[in-house]
């Protein structure tokens, strides 16, 4: 795939491989999440970042990783594993961050992957995904819970969704209790610059 073809989906290509949990390995190969990369929507990490680090969390994981951009913006000596269902997209990450310690990368389905004897002080679940809601309601409801399955007693939930999709609120008040929402624009970004994130607590 050469970056000429990687630019020449249509928007409603992006959304149509994108939305689908099972396009996922197809969508990072198309490029259809290459506008993730570009520096003007890197900086959310940044913002997820400081976050983390305001309520020292010290073993993160980070649901739907992409190639582990979020990794970078932590500091060093914070535990971190990313998990994402493109095996493209999980070889890329182990590349990039190949020398990083307390890091790991695992390809995998949030639905139905475990994590046995271990659990996390702070979930990260950025970029949230439909697909799973236009198919599977309760597979979308599912995930609210799985997320919250995966962080320790009183962890730290974040959720970033663009901010048309505020609506998840509701979703995360029923496995969590909210500590702080908040809109961020990216205005140099040309897709999907306004987004929501939610910051709350297990309880």
Known sequence: ????????????????????????????LKGAYAYLSNTALTARYSVIS???EEYDCDRILDVGCYTGGLRASLNRHRAY??????????????????????????????????????SFTCVVWAGIGFGYSQTDNQSFT??????????SEEGILIFECI?????????????????????????????????TLFVSRKI
């Open 1 to 28: 795939m050469t970056a000429l073809e990687k630019t020449l989906l249509s928007e409603e290509e992006r959304e149509s491989m994108t939305a689908n949990p099972a396009r996922q390995d197809e969508a990072f």
């Open 81 to 118: 594993h990313g998990i994402d269902i493109s095996t493209h997209a999980i070889l890329d990450a182990r590349k990039n961050y190949s020398n990083f310690e307390r890091t790991r990368f695992t390809v995998g389905d949030v639905r139905t992957v475990r994590f046995p004897e271990e």
């Open 163 to 195: 901010e048309g999709y505020s609506w998840i609120q509701a979703h995360i008040e029923r496995v969590s209790k909210i500590l702080n929402v908040l809109q961020v624009t990216y205005p140099l970004a040309t897709v999907h610059n306004k987004r």
């Open 50 to 52: 400081g976050i983390i």
């Open 142 to 151: 599912d995930l609210f819970d799985k997320t919250c399955e995966f962080c």
